[in-house]
Every structure is written in structure tokens, then in C-alpha cells.
């Protein structure tokens, strides 16, 4: 759905004039431009990250990197350390020891604002209780960017194609806090995208999600990594990360237990390591499945 630039009103300014579905497609432009998109380069690395709450280690001397056009994802049981490391990434809280690059830049040396504009970030809750409206909370996202004279036309292009994208351009006019938890966090998505930043750090992204959303929202994050894009994904379903992952990473009590090719990691010692019996894997049609070990049958 096209917003209607004469409709469509933004904290008192409007679309502008011009901004009409056919220059929204001149002006939809890759995060990554192609002829800088480097598989090989080198976007964030973690070195010997530990991190304790109480002298109690969360985090315990864990390392990787991730590369350009990467879709990774963390995966582990509860208490595994998966939220803690995101705030760790994000530079939320001091970290006992190692180092964070972001873009070959130690994080705790990046200002704010530039962190920004390479780092975009989907918490798992959002506890927003101003009186925003779904178009305010998405353009939220290109303050990054935003100069003195407010928006542009560039601003107004990604704003519409990150709600174009995750299907809320209807909920553009609705307030924020009544929307439902799956809705919500649909918005935050598209905030997310809408930043346009290299690096996007989503965690639990589908959890209040139904079926359909949440293989859309997949789908619209392995599109973006084909343009150049790298995300980290913390989440609790073995199968989307065989399914549309590049990358896994396998926690368990704090400790990087595993990591690499989701096909080639998830077998049955690992998935037992970190959920015990519960689970196992096949193929169903060629296609990995991630399953319960054992059924209660019904009377």
C-alpha cells in the first residue's frame, strides 16, 4: 500500500508533493552499494568477551566475527548468556574482558551517533508508553541520518520501503501502544530497516509472531543480506536458523560450544548438548527438520 504524500501527515509536514510511488522506486537504494560489497570484509569481531553480573560469568571468553552479507544466528537454551551477549555487542553494559570491533572501530571509543549509523537494534520487549503513531516510531529510525532541515526525500523513501516491506504501511496512522505484541514488534522491525544501517542486531525478532510473519520477516532479512547487509539474529528456533541462516552460533552456560554452517553444525551431539533429549533432527523432503524426540500419544 503507497502512502498518499496529500493524506499522510507527519507531526504536522506531510509527504512532500513529489514524493509519489515512481520516485519512491527511483530512490529505493541498497544499504551496501554492489560494486562495495565484499563477502570477505570483515564487519564486527568479538575477542575473548567474558562478562559477569555479580562475579557470576554470563559471558565466558567468547570469540567470533561476522563478514559482510551474513545472516547469523545465535542459538541456546534459556540462560545461555543469548540476551547478554546482544547488550555486551551493543555496548549496553561494561564488559569484563576482551575486545569489540565494530567496522575495525573498538566500540567503546565509537560516539553515539555514528554507532548508529552502523549498528541498527530490534529489542526482544519494547516498553514505549509515549503516544507515538506507527509512521512516528519507523521514522524514528532515520535520525541517524536526519539533518536540521528534517526529512528527505531519501528519509521518506526508506521509511516507506521498510513498511512496504514488513507489511504495516496500513497501521502507518495507528497509535503505537495499541497495537498487538505481534504488530508491535513488526514496527520495531521496520524502524530497524529503516535505519539503513549496515549491521542489524535483532533479538528474538519473531517470538510474538504468527507462522506466516514470521517466515515474511525472515525472508525480508535473508533479502537484505543479498544486498550487503550483515545481521545477528538471537533466536530460540533451531529451524529458522537451518533454514535461512549462513552462520550459527551455539551457546550454552556462557561458553561458544559451536559455531559455523548451520547444516554442518546442528547435528544431534550438539542440539543434545544444549537441549538434552527433547529434540532431534531430520530431512523432510530435503529439507532439515528440527524436531521432538518423543510424542505423548493420546488416548
Not at 514524493?19 to 552499494?33: A, D, G, L, V
Not at 551455539?250 to 544431534?268: E, Q, R
Amino acid at each position: 500500500m503507497h502512502l498518499d504524500p496529500e493524506n499522510h501527515s507527519h507531526s504536522g509536514k506531510s509527504f512532500p508533493p513529489n514524493f509519489t510511488q515512481k520516485r519512491y522506486i527511483e530512490t529505493k537504494r541498497q544499504i551496501i552499494p554492489k560494486d562495495i560489497f565484499d563477502p570477505q570484509t570483515q564487519v564486527f569481531c568479538v575477542e575473548n568477551l567474558s562478562f559477569a553480573y555479580a562475579q557470576k560469568n554470563i559471558i565466558d571468553n567468547v570469540s567470533f566475527s561476522l563478514t559482510q552479507g551474513e545472516l547469523c544466528g545465535i542459538l541456546g537454551p534459556n540462560g545461555s548468556g543469548k540476551s547478554t551477549l546482544f547488550k555486551c555487542c551493543m555496548n549496553f553494559v561494561p564488559i569484563k574482558q576482551g575486545n569489540i570491533s565494530c567496522f575495525n572501530e573498538n566500540i567503546k571509543s565509537t560516539k553515539v551517533k555514528n554507532f548508529a549509523k552502523k549498528v541498527a537494534y530490534v529489542p526482544q520487549n519494547d516498553n514505549t508508553s509515549f503516544t507515538f503513531k506507527v509512521h512516528e516510531i519507523i521514522e524514528m529510525g532515520r535520525s541517524p541520518h536526519r539533518s536540521i532541515l528534517g526529512l528527505t526525500n531519501k528519509d521518506y523513501a526508506a521509511i516507506e520501503s521498510a513498511m512496504e516491506n514488513l507489511g504495516v504501511a496500513h497501521l502507518a496512522k495507528e497509535y503505537y501502544h495499541t497495537l498487538s505484541g505481534g504488530q508491535k514488534q513488526m514496527v520495531l522491525i521496520a524502524r530497524a530497516i529503516a535505519q539503513e544501517s549496515p549491521l542489524i542486531f535483532l533479538d528474538e525478532p519473531t517470538s510474538s509472531l504468527d507462522f506466516h510473519n514470521q517466515i515474511m520477516v525472515w525472508n525480508t532479512l535473508k533479502s537484505l543480506t543479498k544486498k550487503g547487509a550483515t545481521i545477528l539474529v538471537c533466536c530460540h528456533d533451531p529451524n529458522h536458523i537451518l533454514w535461512f541462516c549462513d552462520k550459527v552460533l551455539c551457546l550454552k552456560s556462557g561458553k561458544l560450544i559451536a559455531h559455523g554452517d548451520p547444516i554442518d553444525t546442528l547435528k544431534n551431539p550438539i542440539l543434545q548438548h544444549m537441549f538434552g533429549d527433547s529434540c532431534t533432527i531430520s530431512n523432510v523432503e530435503n529439507v532439515p527438520v528440527v524436531h521432538p524426540r518423543f510424542f505423548i500419544e493420546g488416548e
